[in-house]
């Protein structure tokens, strides 16, 4: 047997070696500058939107969507900062507690909510107006892919998909009573994305597919026809007019027309200061659900283009982190949000082009609102978070590694 060589202690540190210092917030340090970079880059793109195309939009304050917008995203760049530092982990723990918010929340909307526009989707507070369906969105991924785990294995799988399902339709459905279809929308599509990162049999996606157009057929042609619509008129308007926006364009289609009359009149530069669908304000919403319009006109389609690369940047390192999850926990949420992020891209530009219906979906951290714009910062927090851990995890491991070399001969 081959005898041990002992290892050398190392000798006392001399006074001119320089101490290593320790590393001021190490888990800050391991951010996504990527992902930091789009996310910031595009709350910046919107205050100078909104500075620019709404001045004239409310008496006496030509800055009041800028301004507040700007106080959103630095609030929102802090709470990103603070999860970031959390272990994301963690939330898989507190999954019976953020889905009775969820459900508690949106509930709360029916009783203590305001109705605007014939929706009851905000309650006033103090300083500022929740829309606890928005938040509902990213506590939605960390409960369900936290049930996801908890479930793995207690039932069969069929099982498991339906009460996955089930627990991720419910808060949609209380979403679309407010009414709100597109954010009902939103949560459907992140349910699904954490099925689908979660493992779930392709058969029993092409179940719900079926199921899904059954109700769909019911929703806009049965219920109709037998007198019992399920949608209120605008809402079945809303879905089906962009199909033949020219049939009726002074009423329901007047804002898809309208959104791109103003992408096209926006050449490659932009028009500046001769924007007039949105100074004159036939451009509807133009702050928060026609936001891409307004970029289009004003910057044309250089500013669009930079617009959807930062889009693509974010969504990009959505899936890269995804990836790199130390955990499927992980992997879920990340795919989740990665989900959530392009469904509401996909959605809003398309409707601002007037080939999707308009649902009322805004456009991540370009609309104006606070309870997007911080929910949406959440999310990224908690991507950030993950990439994190797995950068920390993967140091960890060479770290070992290292260490265990070989030792004897």
Do not use: C
Not at 8 to 24: C, K, L, T, V, Y
Not at 42 to 55: C, E, Q
Not at 212 to 220: G, H, W
């Amino acid at each position: 047997m081959s005898p041990t060589i002992a290892q050398p202690r190392p000798g006392p540190r001399s006074f001119d070696e320089p101490r290593s210092q320790p590393e001021a917030h190490p888990r800050l340090a391991h951010l996504d500058p990527l992902l930091l970079i789009a996310s910031i880059g595009l709350i910046a793109f919107s205050v100078l939107t909104l500075a620019l195309t709404t001045r004239g939009d409310v008496a006496g304050d030509p800055y009041y969507y800028a301004v507040r917008q700007a106080i959103y995203g630095v609030i929102g760049i802090a709470l990103m900062l603070a999860i970031a530092r959390m272990d994301y982990s963690r939330f898989r723990e507190l999954r019976v507690g953020l889905y009775t918010f969820i459900i508690a929340s949106i509930a709360a909307v029916f009783v203590l909510g305001n109705a605007t526009r014939g929706s009851n989707r905000w309650i006033e507070l103090p300083f500022f107006t929740f829309q606890p369906s928005e938040l509902a969105k990213l506590l939605l991924m960390l409960a369900l892919a936290g049930f996801v785990i908890d479930r793995v294995r207690r039932t069969s799988e069929g099982q498991r998909t339906a009460r996955l399902l089930l627990l991720g339709l419910i808060p949609a459905a209380l979403v679309l009573l407010q009414p709100d279809l597109g954010t009902a929308l939103v949560l459907v599509v992140v349910t699904l994305a954490v099925l689908f990162v979660a493992g779930v049999k392709w058969t029993h996606f092409a179940l719900l597919g079926a199921i899904a157009a059954v109700a769909v057929a019911v929703v806009l042609v049965v219920a109709p026809g037998l007198g019992m619509p399920v949608l209120h008129d605008y809402q079945q308007e809303r879905l089906t007019s962009f199909l033949n926006p020219s049939d009726d364009p002074g009423d329901s289609s007047y804002q898809s027309n309208q959104a791109l009359i103003a992408v096209g009149a926006g050449g490659k530069t932009g028009r500046g200061e001769e924007a007039t669908q949105t100074r004159n304000d036939f451009l509807p919403e133009h702050h928060t659900d026609f936001m891409f319009a307004a970029v289009g006109e004003r910057f044309g389609f250089v500013g669009a283009a930079l617009l959807l690369s930062l889009y693509a940047l974010l969504i990009w390192r959505a899936l890269r982190i995804m990836t790199l999850s130390k955990n499927l926990y992980g992997s879920m949420i990340a795919g989740g949000i990665a989900a959530m992020l392009m469904f509401q891209v996909f959605v809003n530009v398309g409707m601002n082009l007037a080939i999707m219906p308009v649902t009322g979906i805004t456009l991540p951290l370009m609309s104006f609102g606070g309870s997007s714009a911080l929910a949406t910062f959440m999310a990224i927090g908690v991507l950030q978070s993950i990439y994190v851990q797995a950068q920390l995890t993967s140091k960890s491991g060479a770290g070992r590694l290292r260490r265990a070399g070989p030792n004897t001969l």
